[in-house]
């Protein structure tokens, strides 16, 4: 019954706004404490039921008349289960993520820059130009430099670059 789960948080806020707690954030805190956990029986409510209840009780600490949103039953069944630690639990090896998710992050990011500049490059027109062509097209020289190292053209000489045809 959302009467029985409510009455600490309604007390608690009832004396928090009393004392005209300065600590808004702090209250808010117990009071999400309070509605997740009481005498050793954990609640799990959906989002929307969560923001009502934290819009109510701002609400609360402000006028103090702001009635409970919610009235009756739960909606839910209280559940009950033992962990036998033995059986039902395993240890798990610990591996230090950093070096693994370096390689990974590497090779991720390669493959990402590679389909970005090929979709770059796929806006690129004619067969030879110059430097001044591909700046015209958009292109920086960072791009030209890109599309050089990844063999997508050739630079012929200063200044002068050509497609590459796999």
Request: contains cysteine; aromatic residues 14%.
């Given at each position: 019954?959302?009467?029985?789960?409510?009455?600490?948080?309604?007390?608690?806020?009832?004396?928090?706004?009393?004392?005209?707690?300065a600590?808004?954030?702090?209250?808010?805190?117990?009071?999400?404490?309070?509605?997740?956990?009481?005498?050793?029986?954990y609640?799990?409510?959906p989002?929307?039921?969560?923001?009502?209840?934290?819009?109510?009780?701002?609400?609360?600490?402000?006028?103090?008349?702001?009635?409970?949103p919610?009235?009756?039953?739960?909606?839910?069944?209280?559940?009950?289960?033992?962990?036998?630690?033995?059986?039902?639990?395993?240890?798990?090896?610990?591996?230090n993520?950093?070096?693994?998710?370096?390689?990974?992050?590497?090779?991720?990011?390669?493959?990402?820059?590679?389909?970005?500049?090929?979709?770059?490059?796929?806006?690129?027109?004619?067969?030879?130009?110059?430097?001044?062509e591909?700046?015209?097209?958009?292109?920086?020289?960072?791009?030209?430099?890109?599309?050089?190292?990844?063999?997508?053209?050739?630079?012929?000489?200063?200044?002068?670059?050509?497609?590459?045809?796999?």
């Open positions: 019954m959302w009467e029985l789960w409510a009455a600490p948080i309604l007390d608690y806020l009832t004396e928090r706004r009393e004392a005209r707690a600590a808004t954030l702090e209250v808010i805190q117990t009071v999400m404490r309070l509605l997740y956990y009481q005498d050793g029986l609640l799990t409510v989002g929307d039921i969560r923001r009502a209840i934290v819009k109510w009780a701002y609400q609360y600490l402000k006028d103090g008349a702001a009635p409970f919610f009235a009756g039953s739960m909606g839910s069944d209280s559940y009950q289960f033992t962990v036998d630690f033995e059986r039902d639990t395993f240890l798990k090896e610990n591996v993520i950093h070096a693994d998710m370096g390689a990974y992050n590497a090779a991720h990011n390669t493959e990402k820059a590679s389909r970005r500049t090929a979709k770059r490059f796929a806006d690129l027109t004619g067969d030879r130009w110059t430097t001044a591909l700046r015209a097209q958009g292109f920086t020289d960072r791009n030209i430099k890109t599309f050089c190292k990844d063999g997508l053209i050739k630079k012929l000489y200063q200044g002068r670059y050509q497609r590459i045809f796999v």
